[in-house]
């Protein structure tokens, strides 16, 4: 029985501050190349979502847990700017919260929403996905984790929002951000340049 047991090693601090994660126990079912997997999934304002029926769009997935010090940088403005820009183009942006129901991280559907509002978010959608179904779907490990799929529905990036693993907000101006820049690349055509790199963050608190 112990060889069917794939082990884990992970970088965290006690509040969790990194997770960098080198397997899993389930192979993952979105692979960047191949079909996004579909889903359907509630948001905060009780509307239903289907990944599919947004096929001829882009579409940014985002996953997140507002406590997550990784989050709260992004969330200073950077997240909100890359949300802005590319809503406006055309592309719909679904933020995942997959925190499970016991975590002290929960947030209900109207706290999750006015947390939106303060921070003037503007994703197409906060998904609520306290069941984890989506995020093991796509084997979402961090908060945050980014994906894009492309009009046709395959997965064209999978990983971090950036090229600085810290939760120092000073680091974003820095950083690489592989969300513009691939955004930026498949909006004009072209392939994106780094498909896949290693997320950063916090854990995602599934449950147990």
Request: hydrophobic share 40%; net charge positive.
């Amino acid at each position: 029985m112990l060889n069917r047991h794939i082990n884990r090693r992970v970088f965290s601090s006690s509040v969790v501050l990194s997770a960098l994660v080198a397997g899993t126990a389930q192979a993952a079912s979105a692979i960047v190349g191949q079909a996004a997997p579909d889903f359907t999934g509630t948001d905060a304002l009780g509307k239903s979502h289907k990944l599919s029926d947004f096929k001829g769009k882009h579409v940014v997935l985002e996953w997140t847990n507002p406590n997550c010090p990784f989050v709260v940088k992004h969330y200073g403005g950077n997240m909100q700017a890359l949300q802005t820009e590319f809503t406006r183009k055309g592309v719909v942006w679904l933020s995942v919260n997959s925190t499970n129901k016991q975590s002290r991280d929960y947030l209900a559907p109207a706290k999750l929403t006015t947390w939106q509002l303060e921070k003037k978010a503007s994703a197409s959608a906060m998904l609520m996905d306290d069941s984890g179904d989506i995020g093991l779907l796509y084997n979402a490990k961090t908060t945050p984790h980014m994906y894009i799929v492309n009009p046709q529905g395959v997965l064209i990036y999978a990983g971090a929002i950036d090229s600085v693993a810290s939760a120092n907000s000073e680091d974003i101006k820095t950083a690489t951000n592989y969300i513009r820049q691939g955004l930026n690349e498949a909006l004009g055509g072209k392939a994106i340049s780094v498909a896949a790199t290693r997320p950063y963050g916090c854990f995602l608190k599934y449950k147990d």
